[in-house]
Each structure stands twice: as C-alpha cells, then as structure tokens.
C-alpha cells in the first residue's frame, strides 16, 4: 500500500498552494485520510482529517484556510492551502488509518517565504 503526495513547494506569503494524495481503493472508501505536518524540531501535528462520509476536522492553526477534500473517483484526497503564512513551513505527510492500520506517506516540503 502506498500514499503518493504531490503539490509542495515554495510560495510567498499570502500565496497558496494544493496538496494531493493518492492512495489504493479500498483504503480511501473505508479509512480516515489525513494531513500532517513537522517543521524542524517540532513534533508533528495534525493539519486536517476527512473521514469516509465527508467529516473533516482540523488543526486550530488553519481553520478557516485549509481545506480538505476527497475525489472519491480516483482516491485521492486534496489539501487546499490558502492565505499560506511563514509558520506553515513544513514537510506535510499524507496518513490514511483503517482500523489499527496507519500509512504515511513520503512527506512534501512546503515553504513560504518571501
């Protein structure tokens, strides 16, 4: 099983940028897809999450600016990035969880600066 991540990299402040994820079939229709991120000497942390049915939850830290979505035909779930600030520098992982399974993928830099 493999999560293939596509979309980072730099963009000035302001700017946006989309973060794709492509995944196999029978972990998009049944699993909680998600997005997290890890900047250099943080922990990582939880962006946003879209479940099975559509249900989204996200970070403090960019709701309102983030949006997660799914294309259910062909099982990739999509990171909208907007109104992108320089604390959002980090390499974002792409996760899908299926019961006690979880996967994560390569991770996709973003950087914003100007």
């Known amino acids: 099983v493999q999560l293939v991540e596509s979309g980072g990299g730099l963009v000035q402040p302001g700017g946006s940028l989309r973060l794709s994820c492509a995944t196999s079939r029978i972990l998009f229709e049944f699993g909680d897809m998600g997005w997290y991120r890890q900047a250099p000497g943080d922990q990582r942390e939880l962006v946003a999450t879209?479940?099975?049915?559509?249900?989204?939850d996200y970070g403090d830290s960019v709701k309102g600016r983030f949006t997660i979505s799914r294309d259910n035909a062909n099982a990739t779930v999509f990171l909208q990035m907007n109104s992108l600030k320089p604390d959002d520098t980090a390499v974002y992982y792409c996760n899908a969880k299926l019961g006690g399974f979880s996967q994560w993928g390569q991770g996709t830099q973003v950087t914003v600066s100007a």
């Open positions: 879209i479940s099975p049915r559509g249900v989204t």
